[in-house]
């Protein structure tokens, strides 16, 4: 059992706001990550539920129950840390034992459940190995191992994989989500990985400037951005103006369907479509004109920047025989078209990130 | 567009080391001046220990003079009031340091005045502080008539005496005020570089104040503690100065009694001085290897010293 709730939390740093009105709820069973830039306020927020850090405002409650005045030895959530941080006189199955010796486990339970979790976290026949005789990845592990053992309510993870290389990464993130599909463990994943998040988690929650921006499933985010600020996030970087009249979105690049329960009429509203979403070609079949500025050849998918009259689209194609200078055609799928409610973040708000 | 070459992405601390001549050539200079003055010195001193005073026509190597001084009960008397009192303010200062350096971790790292007051006792040399002591402790120093003005004794002879006592209480309290920020900066450091970090690692794995400071923050300042203990050690058990001015005339601090033999207007004597000194160096030796050794094995661990 393990059910997380964040209500208002706001916090500062000598005086900054850090963190502003962080609403968030972690369900029982629940991975949720926590994804912003470096300087968001991620690791401020779990480090908060944890408890090193006190909030100005707010409330968490860990299942159901204020955690507020609690030391972070009272709460039921372990955090690991981004650097492994390991006790470097202890050997592995004292480190992962270390959590079941404060609280006074009796030593053969203790030994059992160290067993059980080293195998879980595929460390068996490490247990007397000294710390600096491990590799990166297995101290990480040994690091996520000694949190798990505990069998906490919340399991906090701040960036765990982000000192790991390419190859070890994945294989990390694969075993935390095995470990977190077994165990069933409320776990809050902090990333400012973009791709991690909505690989790993059931739900995303994005931090941008100590503001919780948008919580969903990983496609909502990444399809259905709430904001311009969170579309670019995800690597959005194709917006347009346009003016709403009569349920439609009237802009110098075409006129698109207004989603239903937009209830504007005659403002002006931003649209975005995916690089990935954008159609390139050299023939006259696509309506809007355009010249080539830029190629950047990225392996499986080649980047082009084409200059329609005033904009800038950035289209992202397998094709990879345009070149600079080149006159193309490009065309805006109504279907993949993105329009902003009126209440999101204006378009000059964007340019400022 | 810049084109990088291919070495000036190398990270120093990937920089391949330079060959052993390489370092050879460098640090020739600065070896050159240490062999010749510190070796040189010690190397007189030995022949000297060993008997060689032409001047005094004595020229033939033995170890004679070290079996005298180690026959002779003052040397043991000495020797073991050195060790006492090395030894005490050592422990003294290393367990005051503790409590000051967690003081210190737990204030704003910020708060520059308390840590620039701290240091201060780092800049004075210890003969001003033995001197300070003395000034202040003496049967008619500050403290005796402050407790005299009080009323609390009725004359300057009733202050115990503190200086040139003879539990050498003023040279260890010269000690301890001398070394404490010494061995306080030390353990700060480490507190400071992952120390507190794993202390946050402690508290969220669940242990109270006393577990963290039990299972956590004396594993991982021992060794810089001991490193710097021992290095503090090995000054008092071979500093003149101090001991000289504060301490008792019987029995004398080691380096205090190989000064006086030295300095005998009988030119024989001065073998079973040197004979001391070298004695004193040795031990002084022994307490420089085991804190590297004790600081290399940290390092080998992934302390940061």
């Not at chain 2, 001003?128 to 000034?135: G, P």
């Not at chain 2, 030390?186 to 969220?204: D, K, P, Y």
């Amino acid at each position: 059992m393990g059910e997380l709730i964040l209500k208002n939390i706001n916090i500062r740093y000598g005086g900054e706001p850090v963190v502003r009105d962080f609403n968030l709820e972690v369900r029982n069973g629940e991975m949720v990550s926590l994804l912003g830039p470096s300087g968001a306020g991620k690791t401020t927020v779990l480090k908060a539920v944890a408890g090193l850090i006190r909030p100005e405002r707010g409330e968490i409650l860990i299942d159901g129950y204020s955690v507020q005045d609690l030391p972070p030895e009272k709460r039921d959530a372990v955090m690991v840390f981004q650097k492994p941080l390991l006790f470097p006189f202890m050997n592995v199955m004292q480190n992962v034992g270390f959590g079941l010796r404060m609280r006074g486990e009796p030593v053969r339970e203790a030994r059992q459940r160290i067993q059980e979790i080293l195998a879980l976290t595929q460390l068996g026949g490490l247990e007397y190995r000294k710390v600096h005789e491990l590799s990166g990845g297995q101290q990480q592990r040994v690091s996520l191992a000694r949190a798990l053992v505990l069998k906490p309510a919340i399991l906090l993870l701040d960036e765990p994989l982000s000192n790991l290389d390419a190859n070890l990464r994945q294989q990390m993130r694969e075993l935390i989500q095995e470990i977190q599909a077994q165990t069933r463990i409320t776990t809050l994943f902090v990333t400012h990985d973009q791709a991690e998040a909505l690989m790993i988690s059931h739900r995303v929650s994005l931090l941008l400037n100590g503001r919780l921006r948008q919580v969903g499933k990983p496609r909502e985010l990444f399809y259905r951005p709430a904001d311009p600020e969170v579309a670019r996030f995800f690597g959005a970087r194709n917006f347009i103006q346009g003016r709403v009249k009569d349920g439609w979105f009237q802009s110098e690049f075409g006129t698109f369907q207004v989603p239903q329960g937009f209830t504007a009429n005659g403002d002006w509203l931003t649209a975005t479509i995916r690089p990935e979403d954008l159609r390139v070609s050299p023939d006259s079949q696509f309506e809007i004109q355009g010249e080539i500025q830029k190629i950047n050849f990225e392996g499986s998918a080649t980047r082009i920047w084409v200059r329609c009259r005033t904009t800038e689209f950035v289209v992202l194609t397998s094709e990879a025989d345009f070149f600079p200078g080149q006159n193309v055609r490009i065309h805006l799928p109504p279907d993949k078209i993105r329009i902003f409610p009126p209440d999101s973040k204006e378009f000059e708000k964007i340019e400022e990130i | 567009m810049t084109v990088k070459s291919e070495n000036s992405g190398v990270d120093a601390r990937t920089r391949p080391v330079p060959g052993g001549w390489v370092l050879v050539r460098l640090m020739g200079p600065a070896l050159t001046i240490v062999a010749v003055l510190f070796g040189g010195g010690l190397t007189l001193g030995l022949l000297q220990s060993l008997g060689h005073l032409p001047a005094a026509g004595a020229g033939v190597l033995t170890v004679k003079h070290f079996v005298a001084i180690l026959g002779d009960p003052d040397f043991l008397h000495s020797l073991l009031l050195t060790l006492y009192i090395a030894a005490t303010s050592t422990v003294v200062a290393a367990g005051i340091s503790v409590v000051m350096a967690l003081i210190l971790i737990g204030l704003a790292p910020r708060n520059r005045v308390v840590h620039f007051i701290f240091q201060i006792p780092l800049t004075v040399p210890h003969l001003v502080i033995a001197a300070a002591v003395a000034f202040m402790l003496s049967p008619t120093g500050l403290c005796s008539r402050v407790v005299l003005k009080l009323g609390l004794i009725s004359s300057s002879a009733d202050f115990p005496l503190l200086i040139n006592d003879r539990w050498g209480i003023g040279i260890m309290l010269a000690y301890v005020w001398k070394e404490i920020p010494f061995i306080t900066l030390m353990i700060l450091a480490v507190l400071r570089h992952t120390g507190m970090e794993l202390l946050e690692v402690g508290q969220t794995l669940k242990a109270g104040r006393w577990q963290r400071l039990r299972y956590i923050i004396l594993p991982t300042i021992f060794p810089s503690l001991a490193a710097a203990s021992l290095i503090v050690f090995a000054y008092t058990f071979g500093a003149f100065e101090v001991p000289f001015l504060l301490g008792q005339t019987y029995p004398m601090m080691l380096p205090v009694w190989a000064y006086k033999n030295y300095s005998d207007v009988d030119l024989l004597a001065r073998p079973e001085g040197i004979a001391t000194g070298m004695l004193i160096a040795l031990v002084v030796a022994i307490a420089i290897v085991l804190a590297q050794g004790l600081s290399q094995a940290a390092r080998r661990r992934g302390i940061v010293l």
